[in-house]
């Protein structure tokens, strides 16, 4: 059939122009391929897959990008924009996997400079500028000049300096990065050593590394790109040491850009993975003394006056860790894109991709129809969902606490920091472990760069580390659990999310009332099992930590810790779950759209029931009948989705281009475009591969001349 192509010229040229090209550098059906084969391709490939798929949704999809987007509004502004990166020639990306690492990078500053001209030119809207950014979908230096520069300075920087910093922040007179981690110390803030000493003489701050372990080492754009960082260092003035503080340090020349004097920085070096997270600059940085001066200490929480004397507001000196939990709840905003992007790709294409189960030369069964397939994905295509709204309602509760805060009520930092801490950890570790599962679910083709998937997860499994490894913040939560538990004697009432455990009594003996699968479909029913669950292990550890009478409670908590982590990830799961339920709860419009959230919601629940069966059964919260009726209600539930799915991720309603991957096409035409791809690849920009002359041919012919002499 590809055979009977007529205008094969524009491949001869190209591949006669050089020596080691040639007309065999592709086989001939791929020039015809090129010329008209692709038609041809198309009339045979399995467009139609979809189209059926589509055609067997039982809700109405634009009503459900509704409900996922948030609002008609932001579907429709989001759809713009997308459309927008993805119709510039200068946003694509489908040959990044094959830069070098100087390139990548170059091709990183020239999106940035481009995106910056469109939002300008266009007078983009704050909103319509996030999106643009996010469709771009290239980590760099502008991440974290919006996302932790900025907002540093306006959550801790005073009125004036805010007024000073921003107007030039906001129009790229500087660009800023967020120093924070040290080649010594990540995770413990209060062990850096970088050390800023006020000098009474000159009135001002001299910033200094005072060791190796002292370099600034990770933060994202310092490397190459930034002029200017929050840093953040030990405050020491009248001979004392006063704990960390952030300051304004300029960083490079704004002329010229070199370094300034006492500054030594540069890039850290490559990263995992192709491509992927090596747009970033994360960079190392050294000072030698180097004098800023004294107004360039962020002074909104705390002062040094001109005499050198230190005066600390009376606000919480955790609200210096403000910029971390502004970024951890977007973190989960962005879990919930990155998950929704590889259960996408994992879903079209298991619904393309066909295997086994001819009937008489009919076709193959779709790998999405096996049960197996289903009950890997549907949980995973159910979290998306899950977190989406768990992470609008962070962003509310950020919002909410952000007002407290303005006005001096400091009574729910500590839900704040629980909520945004606990939902990173859990949301990113079960989003990269869902997109390397995705892969999977992809089989051999998965594995391909251009399936999207292996850039996606190399680019997203830091997440679970930065802002915040996730060991150590689910161990702040369980710290918190553990306080809440201790004062539940005293009768203090818990509140926001951990308000349940105040039904103490009843939770820790209550019994689950389920009798049949259809018995678990009951919002009530779950929000009990889980709610039991969670109190009941976090009750265990304490008791469990109190027992070690002979211990100190912090050794007893760190005997217990990985239990501990068990605990604050069921407290976790049990916000998920109920912040899924009360979405559903709510009104929502258009045809079969709350259904198919009720369904979403009840996989989602009895999936992390089904996994954490053991704690379920340990804590005596339900019984191995009632979780076997559990996972009999699960299968019904896939059935139940399997129909629905391609509509169900469609409505994300992601652009080819922001998807990145041949499988996960919109049309399904799978195939050929994998055909095309391979050919892109610069290994196949010769026949006779660079090398052979030196390497491959004496090879074989010391072969054949050994062989000949035997
Ligand atoms: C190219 C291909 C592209 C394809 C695909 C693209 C796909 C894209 C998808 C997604 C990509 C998204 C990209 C986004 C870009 C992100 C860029 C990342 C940038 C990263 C930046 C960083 O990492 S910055 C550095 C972050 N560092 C940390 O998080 C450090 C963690 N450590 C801490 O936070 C603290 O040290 C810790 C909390 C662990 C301990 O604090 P400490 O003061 O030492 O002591 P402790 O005794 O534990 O606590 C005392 C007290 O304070 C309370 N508390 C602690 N923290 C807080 C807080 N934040 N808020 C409020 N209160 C807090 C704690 O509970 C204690 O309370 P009490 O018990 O005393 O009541
Ligand atoms: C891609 C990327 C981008 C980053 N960008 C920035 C940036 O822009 N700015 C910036 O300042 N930083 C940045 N960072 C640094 C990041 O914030 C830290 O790497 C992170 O906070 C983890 O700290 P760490 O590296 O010290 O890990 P460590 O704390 O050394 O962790 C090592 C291991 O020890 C365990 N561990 C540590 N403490 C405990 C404990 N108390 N109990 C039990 N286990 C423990 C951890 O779970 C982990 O398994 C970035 C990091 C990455 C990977």
Same mark, same amino acid.
């Given at each position: 059939?590809w055979?009977?192509?007529?205008?094969?010229?524009?491949?001869?040229?190209r591949?006669? *122009?050089?020596?080691?090209?040639?007309?065999?550098?592709?086989?001939?059906?791929?020039?015809?391929?090129?010329?008209?084969g692709?038609?041809?391709?198309?009339?045979?490939?399995?467009v139609?897959h979809?189209?059926?798929e589509?055609?067997?949704?039982?809700?109405?999809?634009?009503?459900?990008?509704?409900?996922?987007?948030g609002?008609?509004?932001?579907?429709?502004?989001?759809?713009?924009?997308?459309?927008?990166?993805?119709s510039?020639?200068?946003?694509?990306?489908d040959?990044?996997?094959?830069?070098s690492?100087?390139?990548?990078?170059?091709?990183t500053?020239?999106?940035?400079?481009?995106?910056?001209?469109?939002?300008?030119?266009?007078?983009?809207?704050?909103?319509?500028?996030?999106?643009?950014r996010?469709y771009?979908?290239?980590?760099?230096?502008?991440?974290?000049?919006w996302?932790?520069?900025?907002?540093a300075?306006?959550?801790?920087?005073?009125?004036?300096?805010?007024?000073k910093?921003?107007?030039?922040?906001?129009?790229?007179?500087?660009?800023g990065?967020?120093a924070?981690?040290?080649?010594?110390?990540?995770?413990?803030?209060?062990?850096?050593?970088?050390?800023?000493?006020f000098?009474?003489?000159?009135?001002?701050?001299?910033?200094?590394?005072?060791?190796?372990?002292?370099s600034?080492w990770?933060?994202?754009?310092?490397?190459?790109?930034?002029?200017h960082?929050?840093?953040?260092?030990?405050l020491i003035?009248?001979?004392?040491?006063?704990?960390?503080?952030?300051?304004?340090?300029?960083?490079?020349?704004?002329?010229?850009?070199?370094?300034?004097?006492?500054?030594?920085?540069?890039?850290?070096?490559?990263?995992?993975?192709?491509?992927?997270?090596?747009?970033?600059?994360?960079?190392?940085?050294?000072?030698?003394h180097?004098?800023?001066?004294?107004?360039?200490?962020?002074?909104?929480? *705390?002062?040094v006056?001109?005499?050198?004397?230190?005066?600390?507001?009376?606000?919480?000196?955790?609200?210096?860790?403000?910029?971390?939990?502004?970024?951890?709840?977007?973190i989960v905003?962005?879990?919930?894109?990155?998950?929704?992007?590889a259960?996408?790709?994992?879903?079209?294409?298991?619904?393309?991709?066909?295997?086994?189960?001819?009937?008489?030369?009919?076709?193959?069964?779709?790998?999405?129809n096996?049960?197996?397939?289903?009950?890997?994905?549907?949980?995973?295509?159910?979290?998306?969902?899950?977190?989406?709204?768990?992470?609008?309602?962070?962003?509310?509760?950020?919002?909410?606490?952000?007002?407290?805060?303005?006005?001096?009520d400091?009574s729910?930092?500590?839900?704040?920091?629980a909520?945004?801490?606990?939902?990173?950890?859990?949301?990113?570790?079960?989003?990269a472990?869902?997109?390397?599962e995705?892969?999977?679910?992809?089989?051999?083709?998965?594995?391909?760069?251009?399936?999207?998937?292996?850039?996606?997860?190399?680019?997203?499994?830091?997440?679970?580390?930065?802002?915040?490894?996730?060991?150590?913040?689910?161990l702040?939560?369980?710290?918190?659990?553990?306080?809440?538990? *201790?004062?539940?004697?005293s009768?203090?009432?818990?509140?926001?999310?951990?308000?349940?455990?105040?039904?103490?009594?009843?939770l820790?003996?209550?019994?689950?009332?389920?009798?049949?699968?259809?018995?678990?479909?009951?919002?009530?029913?779950?929000?009990?099992?889980?709610?039991?669950?969670?109190?009941?292990?976090?009750v265990?550890c304490?008791?469990?930590?109190?027992?070690?009478?002979?211990?100190?409670?912090?050794?007893?908590?760190?005997?217990r810790?990985?239990?501990?982590l068990?605990?604050?990830?069921?407290?976790?799961?049990?916000?998920?779950?109920?912040?899924f339920?009360?979405?559903?709860?709510?009104?929502?419009?258009?045809?079969?759209?709350k259904?198919?959230?009720q369904?979403?919601?009840?996989?989602?629940?009895?999936?992390?029931?089904?996994?954490?069966?053991?704690?379920?059964?340990?804590?005596?919260?339900?019984?191995?009948?009632?979780?076997?009726?559990?996972?009999e209600?699960?299968?019904?539930?896939?059935?139940q989705v399997?129909?629905?799915?391609?509509?169900?991720?469609?409505?994300?309603?992601?652009?080819?281009?922001?998807?990145g991957?041949v499988?996960?096409?919109?049309?399904?035409?799978?195939?050929p475009?994998?055909?095309?791809?391979?050919?892109?690849?610069?290994?196949?920009?010769?026949?006779?591969?660079?090398?052979?002359?030196?390497?491959?041919?004496?090879?074989i012919?010391?072969?054949?001349?050994?062989?000949?002499?035997?």
């Open positions: 059939m055979r009977g192509g007529s205008n094969t010229r524009t491949c001869k040229r591949f006669f *122009s050089s020596p080691t090209r040639s007309r065999h550098h592709r086989p001939p059906y791929i020039c015809r391929l090129h010329s008209r692709s038609q041809h391709l198309k009339a045979m490939a399995e139609d979809l189209a059926a589509r055609a067997t949704a039982r809700f109405d999809v634009e009503e459900m990008k509704v409900a996922w987007a609002s008609r509004h932001a579907v429709h502004v989001a759809d713009r924009m997308a459309r927008l990166v993805a510039d020639p200068v946003f694509r990306k040959n990044r996997t094959m830069l690492r100087k390139e990548l990078f170059k091709d500053l020239r999106k940035a400079a481009h995106a910056w001209k469109r939002i300008v030119e266009l007078r983009l809207t704050e909103e319509e500028a996030d999106l643009l996010q771009v979908d290239q980590p760099g230096y502008v991440d974290l000049h996302g932790m520069f900025v907002p300075i306006k959550g801790q920087g005073t009125e004036e300096q805010q007024h910093w921003l107007p030039l922040a906001y129009k790229f007179q500087i660009i990065c967020y924070q981690t040290e080649l010594g110390h990540g995770s413990n803030v209060q062990g850096l050593e970088t050390t800023a000493t000098d009474p003489k000159t009135d001002e701050f001299v910033i200094h590394s005072p060791t190796l372990t002292s600034k990770w933060p994202g754009g310092l490397g190459k790109a930034s002029t960082a929050v840093v953040y260092a030990r003035t009248e001979g004392k040491d006063y704990g960390i503080h952030g300051f304004i340090v300029q960083l490079r020349s704004l002329e010229d850009h070199s370094p300034l004097p006492g500054v030594t920085l540069g890039d850290i070096g490559g990263k995992f993975g192709s491509g992927a997270y090596n747009s970033m600059d994360n960079g190392v940085l050294r000072f030698d180097v004098r800023i001066p004294r107004d360039q200490m962020l002074m909104r929480l *705390s002062q006056t001109r005499e050198g004397k230190y005066v600390h507001s009376n606000v919480p000196k955790q609200l210096l860790y403000g910029t971390m939990v502004y970024v951890r709840q977007s905003a962005d879990a919930s894109k990155a998950l929704s992007r259960v996408c790709i994992a879903v079209r294409y298991s619904a393309v991709r066909k295997q086994f189960g001819s009937q008489d030369g009919g076709p193959e069964t779709q790998v999405l096996y049960k197996t397939q289903q009950s890997r994905l549907f949980p995973l295509l159910a979290s998306a969902y899950a977190f989406r709204f768990v992470g609008d309602w962070l962003n509310w509760l950020y919002t909410d606490v952000t007002q407290k805060l303005e006005a001096k400091f729910t930092l500590q839900e704040a920091h909520c945004t801490a606990g939902l990173k950890a859990v949301t990113t570790s079960v989003t472990d869902a997109i390397e995705c892969r999977k679910l992809c089989g051999g083709h998965g594995y391909l760069n251009s399936s999207g998937l292996p850039e996606l997860f190399a680019v997203y499994v830091p997440a679970c580390t930065y802002e915040g490894d996730n060991v150590v913040l689910l702040q939560v369980a710290r918190i659990l553990m306080k809440t538990v *201790s004062q539940l004697a009768g203090k009432q818990p509140v926001g999310t951990m308000a349940y455990m105040g039904k103490v009594q009843y820790m003996q209550c019994k689950s009332a389920v009798s049949s699968a259809e018995d678990w479909l009951n919002p009530d029913a779950i929000q009990e099992a889980f709610e039991a669950r969670a109190l009941r292990m976090a265990n304490a008791q469990n930590i109190s027992q070690a009478a002979s211990q100190e409670e912090a050794a007893g908590f760190y005997e810790s990985p239990d501990l068990e605990a604050a990830v069921a407290h976790i799961q049990l916000i998920i779950v109920t912040k339920i009360e979405k559903v709860h709510q009104e929502i419009p258009g045809h079969g759209v259904e198919q959230l369904a979403l919601c009840n996989v989602y629940a009895l999936y992390i029931l089904h996994k954490h069966l053991g704690d379920f059964l340990a804590t005596g919260c339900i019984t191995p009948r009632q979780g076997a009726l559990a996972n209600q699960l299968g019904k539930l896939y059935a399997r129909p629905n799915a391609v509509a169900l991720v469609d409505a994300f309603n992601y652009t080819d281009h922001y998807l991957s499988l996960g096409r919109y049309d399904g035409d799978v195939y475009a994998l055909y095309e791809e391979a050919w892109k690849d610069p290994l196949n920009e010769t026949v006779v591969p660079e090398g052979y002359h030196e390497y491959l041919r004496p090879l012919k010391q072969q054949q001349l050994k062989l000949s002499r035997l």
